[in-house]
């Protein structure tokens, strides 16, 4: 079945570091989901990438979509301890429901 | 402000135990979803139902059941606890591809259940 794999596990960088992790699939996606879970919480939705080579951007978040749809990013520009916690990508081929990947749990050292 | 509530933040049961979780939303999805967290495997899709009296096995449903007679409630039947079965548990609920431009899943804030 479809797969989703993330790296890194943790990352752990000094406040005003930039961040970045990254998502790949196994299948060609029809969109993947980005989503933050602070510690205690539940996964919130962050945004969603449809388009081939899309790039958006949320204040200090960029997110990428590769050329291929099956590879994304999430980067953090100029880290903050807010920022703190795990960050999902989330794969969907068609109308399948999400698949997952285990997720980047950020520390951030102030 | 929309949501998806879980009946329960914490529970403790004992070995052999029916269970029931409960989820509720508020949102007219269509799309309704539970998952378990565990530490180091992320989420897990245990069973999903994309209609009412709809449901569809996901890729851990073994020892769960589900039950979705309404709309807007979608309930996880744990048939007889075991240990294994100690985690958190997130339901999640989303609309219908092509009703908006958006279909994030909206999380509950989970159950942490205890099998003792």
């Known amino acids: 079945g479809q797969q989703v794999m993330q790296i890194p596990q943790y990352q752990h960088v000094q406040e005003g570091e930039d961040f970045t992790t990254y998502c790949n699939s196994s299948?060609?996606?029809?969109?993947i989901q980005w989503y933050k879970q602070r510690p205690g919480g539940h996964p919130v939705f962050l945004i969603q990438?449809?388009?081939?080579?899309e790039v958006k951007k949320q204040k200090r978040l960029t997110f990428q979509f590769g050329e291929a749809k099956k590879n994304s990013s999430l980067h953090i520009t100029a880290t903050q301890t807010t920022d703190v916690g795990t960050y999902f990508c989330?794969?969907?081929?068609?109308?399948?429901?999400?698949?997952f990947g285990k997720g980047t749990r950020l520390s951030v050292i102030a | 402000d929309v949501k998806v509530t879980q009946s329960s933040r914490y529970l403790v049961k004992r070995t052999g135990e029916k269970v029931f979780l409960e989820c509720v939303q508020d949102m007219d999805h269509e799309n309704m979803f539970w998952y378990r967290q565990d530490p180091g495997l992320g989420l897990r899709l245990i069973y999903f139902s994309y209609d009412v009296k709809m449901k569809e096995k996901g890729d851990i449903p073994e020892g769960y059941s589900v039950s979705r007679e309404k709309k807007e409630r979608f309930s996880l039947i744990l048939e007889s606890a075991s240990t294994n079965q100690t985690s958190m548990y997130l339901c999640a609920s989303s609309p219908n591809q092509g009703k908006t431009a958006n279909y994030g899943y909206t999380f509950g804030s989970g159950t942490r259940l205890t099998v003792v």
């Open positions: 989330a794969g969907q081929s068609g109308n399948t429901p999400l698949v």
């Open positions: 990438l449809v388009k081939s080579g």
């Open positions: 299948t060609t996606l029809s969109n």
